[in-house]
């Protein structure tokens, strides 16, 4: 079953901050995010592992929680190359078997 | 060099006949996927091998069916094609280790007529 990410779709102004969640009904043992934009493939950002554990590049972070079976992506201070759909991807103990939730897509106005 | 290259990019095809989607990886991984994304935007997987071997088949109908003849590639054939096909396949490789990140084909945009 497919982990279910909330919201469906926001809208913000440049500079806004956005939070992206996803929630899965099987137990995770890793959590992937991507994001695509319109006609292309979706692209990696990052990778997560470990209960509570959290990432971050540049002003794109997420967090981890196994216990909950959630977890969520921070954008901060958005650009507008922040502007697409965004997937997280949740795997068993391997790669095997990396699927992917419902997408959120974010659009970014000037 | 591309490192997951999918061939056609765009197909279009008359309801019933067979059709083909070749997918190619160069990045030595030993896992590939076919993914579906619908009109809805949904990122479905439908079958995943690990070194050759089928790992998942996601309740996909017996007109697809993927072929991989080694663990560099996993070709798609689909059977009397239908309207609900249409939509946009990918194709994606990755390291089996849950550590690594999946890379995408481009996508070939399938439409039924």
């Known amino acids: 079953q497919q982990p279910v990410q909330s919201p469906q779709a926001v809208i913000l102004r440049e500079g806004e901050d956005a939070v992206i969640n996803c929630s899965s009904s099987?137990?995770?043992?890793?959590v992937h995010w991507y994001r695509q934009k319109h006609g292309e493939a979706p692209v990696f950002l990052m990778i997560l592992l470990k209960g509570g554990e959290q990432k971050g590049h540049d002003k794109i972070s997420a967090s981890f929680n196994e216990k909950k079976q959630q977890s969520s992506l921070y954008l901060t201070a958005s650009q507008l190359s922040y502007s697409g759909t965004y997937f997280c991807?949740?795997?068993?103990?391997?790669?095997?078997?990396?699927?992917f939730g419902t997408g959120t897509r974010l659009t970014i106005i000037p | 060099d591309t490192a997951v290259s999918q061939t056609p990019k765009y197909l279009v095809t008359q309801m019933g006949n067979d059709k083909s989607i070749k997918c190619e990886q160069n990045?030595?991984?030993?896992?590939m996927y076919w993914y579906k994304q619908d009109s809805k935007k949904f990122l479905k997987i439908m079958f995943s091998y690990n070194n050759k071997e089928l790992i998942i088949n996601e309740t996909v109908p017996n007109r697809f069916s993927p072929k991989s003849p080694d663990k560099a590639h996993l070709n798609l054939h689909i059977n009397s094609l239908e309207l609900g096909d249409s939509a946009v396949y990918f194709c994606?490789?990755?390291?089996?280790?849950?550590?690594?990140?999946?890379?995408f084909g481009q996508g070939t945009r399938l439409t039924v007529v």
């Open positions: 099987k137990a995770l043992y890793s």
């Open positions: 990045l030595g991984h030993d896992t």
């Open positions: 991807g949740t795997g068993t103990f391997g790669n095997e078997k990396l699927t």
């Open positions: 994606a490789s990755a390291k089996r280790e849950a550590n690594t990140e999946a890379f």
